[in-house]
């Protein structure tokens, strides 16, 4: 496989699953300090508190993404760090973290890719009602248009918010994610068009005080949907899944619009739109950021729940040939394939990062120094080779960053899941690289060497 010489190769984190230091330097609480903290959210009870210690261990982690050879990092700013009631007076320290971090990167020529929004909402903005509140993506493009001016002298690459369909369907009818809501479908719903506007609004507010070579864009986590047999019940119940899964958010952004049909499977009203909304959220983006994990397979079933999609969908799980992640997800690199076709195909982005893709499994540590994932290294491989087979059919992809630089806080799982290129001993918070992270440096610097100038030939004489 040979990659564009500009291609970025990175990692991916994000503030609450790294950081730690949640009490710290004037940070105020999120919406996953209070979920987590709640009896019975996450796995054994673990919280964010402490995570990774890269608050307090930056500098080294960046060495370890220079040793990797990492060309980018993509990593996210905690809004609480800055912001601790989400609006009013800055937190200078917070500030000031982030600077050192993005000095440090391009002391070493890593790109920072920011993500403004990885789900850790200020608590003091739940409170006033949170992303059911309108006035709470005002506040989001004003927190945006600070950071804009405090790294927009050297960050050029900016994704407002990752993955929105998680703190509304996750956070508002499964109630697995903060805030923990179960069963409103119209709360998800309005949840889901306010972190839009929240999107449009802070394009807008960055590209008034950020220089023209700026890029701008939003991360979605997308499945390709398969239909389970060819019975017309399935074949429309793949459509509904297929809205819920991949158009409820790209449709507003690159369309202008809602999906028709979208509100009727939730069995819920549309959202409060205002005049002008709609043409808010479709600002043009410089870039889609794709999170790829999965397919999902569906078909027909009676007098099934909703479960979101509207009733009928069954989600197939009972794959005898199939390979899974310790998250129960199929391992399926040709979805990705898939996806970026279709995305180029349907939507025409004018350029596509890999914002998240990689698995987790049961990686141990015998205290050797070296940890051995044979099924990471598989997985990247042929996820690469997937990325570069949509390249060759005409996709725009500019970067691919994995998901994940660290072992880290996954979220409702705790630290049960294992993500990262880099095994964390969570006891001692000790790094080791695992194989797969070696091969991943081994990889990319092959690429770098592919496109390396060769010696001139001596001069006859």
């Keep these: 496989m040979s990659f564009p010489q500009d291609f970025f190769w990175g990692a991916a984190t994000s503030a609450y699953q790294i950081e730690g230091a949640t009490r710290e330097d004037g940070r105020g609480l999120s919406v996953w300090d209070q979920f ?9 009870g673990e919280t964010g508190e402490r995570a990774v210690e890269h608050y307090r261990r930056m500098e080294q982690d960046v060495a370890l993404m220079a040793d990797l050879g ?19 007076t800055v937190n200078q320290p917070g500030i000031d973290f982030y600077d050192r971090l993005v000095d440090q990167l391009l002391a070493r020529n890593i790109t920072p890719v920011v993500t403004l929004h990885h789900w850790d909402l200020p608590l003091a903005l739940f409170e006033r009602g949170g992303w059911r509140n309108r006035a709470t993506a005002d506040a989001f493009a004003d927190y945006a248009t600070t950071m804009a001016r405090a790294l927009g002298d050297r960050v050029r690459w900016w994704t407002t918010l990752n993955e929105p369909w998680c703190p509304a369907y996750l956070g508002y009818v499964e109630g697995i994610h903060a805030p923990g809501v179960k069963g409103d479908t119209q709360a998800a719903v309005d949840v889901g068009h306010h972190l839009l506007l929240a999107h449009g609004l802070a394009t807008q507010a960055m590209r008034a005080v950020m220089p023209a070579e700026t890029r701008i864009g939003i991360a979605l986590n997308l499945f390709p949907i398969f239909a389970g047999d060819d019975r017309p019940e399935t074949l429309r119940a793949a459509e509904r ?12 952004v690159f369309r202008g619009e809602y999906t028709p049909g979208l509100f009727d499977d939730f069995g819920a009203e549309p959202p409060p739109i205002q005049d002008g909304d709609l043409k808010i959220i479709s600002t043009p983006t410089d870039f889609l950021g794709v999170n790829y994990y999965n397919r999902w397979i569906v078909r027909a079933g009676s007098d099934l729940p909703a479960d979101g999609v509207g009733t009928g969908v069954e989600y197939v799980t009972d794959l005898p040939d199939a390979t899974f992640t310790e998250m129960g997800w199929e391992v399926y690199p040709h979805g990705l394939e898939l996806i970026l076709e279709d995305l180029t195909r349907n939507y025409h982005p004018r350029m596509l990062l890999i914002t998240e893709n990689g698995a987790a499994f049961d990686d141990t540590w015998n205290g050797n120094g070296r940890v051995s994932d044979p099924q990471r290294v598989r997985y990247l491989s042929e996820h690469l080779r997937a990325v570069g087979d949509a390249m060759a059919h005409g996709a725009p992809v500019v970067g691919y960053f994995v998901w994940s630089l660290f072992d880290n806080f996954e979220w409702a799982e705790g630290y049960s899941k294992r993500f990262g290129l880099v095994y964390v ?23 770098r060497a592919l496109h390396a100038t060769p010696p001139k030939p001596p001069l006859p004489r």
């Design 70 to 88: 990492l060309t980018a990092y993509r990593f996210s700013i905690a809004w609480p760090r800055i912001l601790p009631d989400g609006v009013g």
């Design 425 to 447: 001993d969570f006891a001692t918070q000790r790094r080791i690289i695992k194989d797969s992270g070696t091969w991943y440096a081994g990889f990319i610097a092959n690429q």
């Design 241 to 252: 899944a297929y809205r819920f899964h991949t158009r409820w958010f790209l449709d507003p």
């Design 36 to 44: 987590a903290a709640t009896p019975g959210r996450t796995y054994q």
